[in-house]
């Protein structure tokens, strides 16, 4: 069972270089979303989607783009890198909206 | 959302129990309290998750106070692989889409 898989583990970028975070899960679970966790700290809803074609933004969507066109991958893109947007990516799917949800092992992305 | 207080680190010797609590003064009925943990350097773990009544599961437990302005996760028999932050979020039923709001979480050391 794969779960939940995120790639890259880890990245560097440039202030100003775009890259797409991945994120595909194999549970058919309609619920995906992408969280930020900064150190020392808890993690911070990004965007959100609730099935194939439908995404919305979450608390701190500004720099990030997402989309939805298959209901196993949820990429996330980041537009131009920015410093203050180094910190630990993570994507989470659920089936329902009191299920369970599950994690990826996170991207940790530094931004220079 | 409806915010939860947690104390920030709690010890614990090997194979004794634990309590976590929670405080949840302002939760709303429609609000379920769940609860996951994060191990160093990975993705949130769903631990459990419950509205009313008490709940069990091969985990841990949970134990909802009856006016539900509290609840306590319960450790059965601590291992040093249960090290690790535990976070006690209220998620709404009217909320939208998928958000799990993490507050600081309590921080878990388990003394061998």
């Known amino acids: 069972n794969a779960g939940v898989t995120q790639t890259p583990k880890f990245q560097v970028l440039k202030t100003g270089q775009s890259m797409t975070l991945q994120c595909a899960q194999d549970m058919n679970h309609e619920y995906m979303s992408w969280y930020r966790q900064d150190p020392g700290m808890g993690l911070r809803l990004i965007h959100y989607s609730v099935g194939a074609g439908i995404t919305d933004q979450g608390e701190v969507p500004n720099g990030y783009n997402v989309s939805r066109s298959t209901t196993e991958d949820f990429p996330l893109r980041l537009l131009s890198a920015a410093p203050s947007q180094t910190s630990v990516y993570f994507c989470a799917s659920r089936w329902g909206l009191d299920t369970e949800a599950f994690f990826g092992q996170g991207t940790r992305l530094t931004v220079v | 959302d409806a915010k939860t207080t947690q104390p920030n680190s709690m010890e614990s010797n090997e194979e004794e129990p634990v309590h976590l609590p929670c405080n949840h003064s302002t939760i709303s009925g429609t609000d379920y309290i769940h609860w996951y943990r994060q191990l160093p350097s990975q993705g949130p773990e769903y631990v459990i998750h419950?509205?009313?009544s008490n709940v069990n599961n091969r985990m841990a437990s949970l134990a909802i106070a009856e006016d539900r302005k509290s609840s306590t996760l319960i450790l059965h028999r601590a291992t040093l692989r249960d090290a690790a932050v535990y976070y006690c979020i209220l998620r709404s039923r009217k909320a939208a889409g998928n958000k799990l709001t993490f507050g600081g979480g309590t921080r878990v050391l388990v003394k061998p």
């Open positions: 419950g509205l009313t």
